[in-house]
Nanobody, 115 residues
């Protein structure tokens, strides 16, 4: 059974940094494109970044140059380094496969950027 567990969120001031982690189990992790998604209050969930099984990365324009996604296939982990955070980055962040997410999502991790 697929299990995705996100961690690393918190409260940070504008301009600060956070590193999110996602532990995956129950899947053949190395064969999946993995993505970080976020959902702000009242908004739809959106893809923030994704990384292929070969390590190629893509980013939403809103985070390009500030966020970096990485993966460790040996540990079935995917990470999101977030720098120069802005108030508009406030959201619950989730990891999942892309472009076909697993039905079962994790609980997400809350990121709040506020002074």
């Amino acid at each position: 059974q697929v299990q995705l567990v996100e961690s690393g969120g918190g409260l940070v001031q504008p301009g600060g940094s956070l590193r999110l982690s996602c532990a995956a189990s129950g899947i053949r992790f190395s064969s999946h494109v993995m993505g970080w998604y976020r959902q702000a209050p009242g908004a739809q969930r959106e893809l923030v970044a994704r990384i292929s099984s070969g390590g190629s990365t893509n980013y939403a324009d809103s985070v390009k140059g500030r966020f970096a996604i990485s993966r460790d296939d040996a540990k079935s982990m995917v990470y999101l380094q977030m720098n120069s955070l802005k108030t508009e980055d406030t959201a619950v962040y989730y990891c999942n496969a892309h472009p076909f997410p697993f039905d079962r999502w994790g609980q997400g991790t809350q990121v709040t950027v506020s002074s």
